[in-house]
């Protein structure tokens, strides 16, 4: 039995995909017993009284071997053909990448927004916020426009519509974000933050696609 075996390992920050593919091969020999060939004599007698007539002679049977019926091959129930392991895994690689980027941006974005909370004046007067949160904006959108530049594989599509989702979800919420902070405008901060939320949403869903790709080619 031969086995290759590729694995998917998925957390928030990164994902690792292996697909597994097993091929069986069984073999069974039959060996058939020739019957053994008896022979009998039939004594002569010399008597004054008839021959009697000979007895017939028994032909010894041998039970045939019962041949052992090879087990089933499983059926696989994973969505990715073989011709499309390869350009799933690095689908999956170059998908990664942006999504690790997107969650340091993320972070830091956070942090940015925590720091303007405490002193609301950071976005009018300091250079280095705003230096620091131009750059983390751009991030996201930098990473957002890669997403929608990647080609998946037919069978990873479902995937891939949740990600486009949410790249094009990350892009609105740059612009709003971008918008809010030089205009000084809380409307536009608040429309950037449900387009986040939004964001996050299909980035659930999608981490959920790909736990599902998971189970079945696991």
Known sequence: MLR?????????????????????????????EEPAETTSAVATMVTTQPT?????????TSTPTPTPTPAPTPTS??????HEQLPVLQYLDDLIVQYET???????????????????LLALTDEEWRIDMA????????????ILGLNAPNSVSHIDDLAQQMALLIKSSVEA??????????????EGNDYLVYATAALLQMNSAMEEITKLCL
């Open 4 to 32: 290759r075996r590729r694995t998917i390992l998925l957390a928030l920050a990164s994902i690792l995909f292996l697909f597994a593919v097993c091929s069986v091969i069984l073999s069974s020999e039959q060996t058939t």
């Open 52 to 60: 009697p007539a000979p007895t017939a002679t028994e032909t010894a």
């Open 77 to 82: 129930l994973c969505p990715v053909p073989p």
């Open 102 to 120: 997107i969650g340091s941006a993320s972070v830091r974005l956070g942090d940015l927004f925590t720091q303007a909370g405490e002193n609301p």
């Open 135 to 146: 750059f983390t904006l751009l991030t996201l959108d930098t990473s957002a426009d890669a």
């Open 177 to 190: 974000y971008t918008a809010g902070i030089d205009e000084v405008d809380p409307d536009k901060i608040s």
